[in-house]
């Protein structure tokens, strides 16, 4: 990593610096040679406008990442022109509405009343930008392949209107080498140049929706550039909003940063969901033993089961990096072992309610009517990207099962790509006479909000994968709960 002056608190100039004041080198003559009709532009006066907080920020893509970076930029001053394809989510910000439920009204309308933050389906304006900050999903193909059709349209969008001196950064999560090979090629199809006229940089989002406790600006923030004044650029840009900033060597060093952390994670839930199997054959509750291991001070963090992964990150990102190293050659039994081990879970949890179903009712899951408690992939947010709850009711489906569900983020299911026989399925009341009526309940998603005690109250069988009872001091009824 760099170190930082500790005078300035900045990065060491760059070995190929150039005064405040004055054109890069060799930007005018370039220019010249392709014909174009810019005269350099003033470096230092682009860094000061980041350092003094008068920079107007371009952010493509108003979704969980884009549209608390928007906000926590707002507050220190940047002026946010945020860009989204979706008509509705442009239309609700610029109506001081927010799209996300754990995003409140007063925010956006706070920054769109002060003229800070605009919301548009115009990329022309990108032009208008001191910095363009590009964060848009990155899924998976059908294949585990990298989907990164949502980068390079953002590309292809900026490039007719990128000019000198701009800077431009990366947030998608995405295998190493996607900034410098997909990325910059695209933004150099009109002639300019990474380094020269205009400067690429590489930041991961850190995002954790709904987390009470790290917000983008408590979160420090690894940032990588095409360059030494494209890192130094990129500091402080983020420096102005962000708790830290941690400047890495190359922009294939902060890609891998964030794969590397959700690949941890994602191994190590797959090792608990494993011992979760093993331990419930030996009648050992996998919850307490994670509450009494982590009273150790050292060595030792904890990891919870679950019924299966979800959300933008931990499910797919391991995927970008194997399908990188097979293109090297390179095996990753471990990240792939872990993928499928945490794939499996639905099927476990599935195989837990039948073997429940048929030890206390005598009952198979064809014809049996089960009600699934929360959809989204985690408790108190609605969003259900890759949420395994719906991987699971369409088992549930088809093993000819009567499936409902209640989750109070989601009156009814929006399409996906996968499960799209569920499209516009609607939430059940959640009331006593109702809740008697299933043969089994699963909380498969912890919201904070859901009356728990009346489920255990009014259901014949509750299958809790997120230690419901345990976590809430319910009572513990072991005749109507059964974790999994």
Known sequence: MYELDSSTGDLPAPRRSWSPGLKPPDA?????????????????????????????????????????LSLAACKVGYRIVGYDIDATTVSRLNSGLSPLNHIGNGRIGDAVDAGRFVATMDSARFAEADAILICVPTPLGPHHEPDLSFVEASARSIAPHLRPGQLVVLESTTYPGTTRD????????????????????????????????FDTARIPKVVAGDGAAALRLAVALYGQFVAKTVPVTSMETAEAVKLTENIFRSVNIALVNELKIVYDRLGIDIWEVIEAAKSKPFGFMPFYPGPGLGGHCIPIDPFYLTWKARELGICTRFIELAGEVNANMPAYVLHRLREEL?????????????????????????????????????????????????????????????????TGKESVPFDSPALGRYD?????????????????????????????????????????????
């Open 358 to 422: 048929d030890r206390r009712f005598r009952k198979g899951l064809s014809g049996a009517r089960i009600l699934v408690v929360g959809i989204a992939y985690k408790k108190d947010v609605s969003d259900m990207r890759e949420s395994p709850a719906l991987t699971i009711m369409d088992l549930l489906g088809a093993a000819g099962a009567e499936v409902d569900y209640f989750d109070p983020f989601f009156p009814a299911i929006p399409p996906s790509r996968q499960h799209a026989g569920l």
């Open 28 to 68: 005018a003559q370039g220019n010249a040679a392709r014909g174009d009709a810019a005269q350099g532009f003033d470096l230092g006066g682009l860094l000061e406008r980041f350092q003094n907080r008068s920079a107007t920020v371009a952010v493509i893509g108003l979704g969980y990442v884009g549209l608390p």
């Open 182 to 213: 997909v990325v910059k090629p695209i933004l150099e199809e009109g002639g300019l140049r990474s380094g020269i006229d205009f400067f690429l940089a590489y930041s991961p989002e850190r995002e954790d929706p709904g987390n009470p406790d």
């Open 440 to 484: 089994a309940a699963m909380i498969l998603t912890d919201h904070t909000d859901v009356d728990y005690a009346k489920l255990l109250r009014c259901a014949k069988l509750v299958v809790d994968t997120r230690n419901v009872v345990g976590s809430r001091q319910l009572p513990d009824l072991r005749n109507v709960v059964v974790k999994a």
